[in-house]
């Protein structure tokens, strides 16, 4: 049986290094945004300011988006200094430490 047009498409676009560099950067960085949000928050014990995430990834609005609707963090409205400001949720902290804990997020 052939592969349709879509599916070869999709086959071909997928195969790509581009690809598959954004198939990675998809998952990395919601955990690099989380590691280093749970990082700062506990140095602090404050809301960590956007612009003291790294935003060099196309995709770090949207993983900020995936990790407030997964429940990870909250999003607080900012101050004049930044838009928005991020917490870890309690879920987003007990992660957190298990990822720590598994050498995934540096201490």
């Known amino acids: 049986m052939s592969a349709t047009a879509r599916e070869e498409f999709a086959a071909l676009v997928n195969s790509t290094d581009v690809m598959q560099q954004l198939l990675r950067d998809l998952e990395q960085d919601p955990l690099r945004i989380l590691c280093g949000v749970c990082r700062e928050n506990g140095e602090t ?11 060099s990834s196309y995709n770090c609005e949207s993983s900020l988006r995936a990790l407030t609707a997964a429940g990870l963090l909250r999003a607080h409205e900012g101050n004049r200094y930044a838009v928005r400001e991020y917490e870890p949720t309690e879920q987003g902290l007990d992660l957190h430490r298990r990822l720590r804990d598994e050498g995934v997020c540096p201490p």
């Open 45 to 55: 014990g404050q809301p960590v300011p956007d612009h003291h995430l790294d935003f």
